[in-house]
């Protein structure tokens, strides 16, 4: 039997793809094998970061394919990139899932996937592959992604997700953060007047993916959102990841930032290694787990 064999599909913004490297790390510690997907334009960044050889096991690959826009075009318009993702990755991912399938020993084991790339997952479940859906930010946010049809049922947004009540503050329950309906994530997308519907839209898809995928993971922990996890209980919490040194020069090269890395210590170690350990590895990443 060959190793497991995870393909990891990042969306391509930024505080996607960070999180998903540091997990495909740890996991090629673990003796996973692990094929990175990057659009084009962020594998040159990734390459041009740290060259071929992004882990110490050679079980870390990088692979790439198309966004679908031309190369002067603006990545950071992400209304655009998503709707160009959404019209060609399907093919694009159906063609490498099969050519890394015909041509490696190890089959793939699952796809791994930001959430954000739901059509990733639904290309994997078609062909019969496992999926694992991964959330990169806090998970009271995909909670309120996820009760949009109770926002509309509730008459605080409208089926556009324009807010009918724009100073009624949004609170999923009595534990949680209140959120200003203006700062609802498909609001303040402002490519084109078009771009928050299409967003919504978007957004809506996200509910179809945590229902349908084999797990969910997020990056964050109980310690720090209890009330939150309770919201969404199919969320299993894995991090919160922290860049770590070799990826915090990363961070800066892929997009251009100047930063500070905080907490890289006992919380990096203690949280995400404890959580690694005992789910991530053990439980979820081989195919023995998707038969239990």
């Not at 996607?16 to 495909?24: A, K």
């Not at 694992?132 to 049809?149: D, H, K, M, S």
């Not at 993916?209 to 969910?216: G, L, N, P």
Request: aromatic share 6%.
């Amino acid at each position: 039997m060959g190793k497991p064999h995870v393909v990891v599909i990042p969306y391509p913004a930024q505080g996607h793809v960070i999180p998903l490297m540091e997990l495909s790390q740890n996991l090629a510690k673990q003796g996973i094998k692990i094929s990175f997907v990057n659009t084009v334009f962020n594998h040159k960044r990734v390459l041009d970061a740290f060259g071929e050889k992004v882990d110490e096991n050679g079980l870390l690959h990088l692979l790439s394919v198309p966004d679908g826009l031309e190369d002067g075009e603006d990545r950071n318009q992400l209304g655009k990139l998503t709707e160009s993702l959404c019209q060609v990755m399907p093919t694009q991912l159906n063609e490498l899932i099969h050519k890394v399938n015909g041509s490696d020993d190890d089959k793939i084991s699952c796809v791994l996937a930001d959430i954000s790339m739901g059509l990733a997952l639904d290309v994997a479940a078609e062909l019969g592959i496992p999926t694992v859906g991964f959330w990169p930010t806090a998970v009271l946010q995909l909670a309120v992604l996820l009760r949009v049809p109770k926002l509309i049922d509730d008459g605080l947004i409208d089926e556009n997700g324009t807010p009918l009540m724009k100073h009624k503050m949004i609170q999923l329950s009595p534990m949680t953060l209140s959120i200003h309906p203006m700062n609802l994530v498909w609001l303040n997308i402002d490519d084109s007047p078009s771009t928050p519907k299409f967003m919504f839209d978007f957004q809506l898809m996200k509910y179809k993916v945590v229902e349908t995928t084999d797990w969910v993971l997020c990056n964050s922990s109980l310690e720090l959102e209890l009330q939150g996890f309770n919201l969404v209980p199919k969320a299993l919490p894995i991090g919160p990841f922290l860049a770590t040194n070799r990826l915090g020069n990363l961070v800066g090269e892929f997009f251009g930032l100047r930063i500070q890395l905080v907490c890289s210590g006992s919380i990096n170690s203690h949280l995400v290694q404890s959580y690694m350990s005992h789910l991530v590895v053990s439980q979820f990443l081989t195919k023995s787990s998707f038969k239990s």
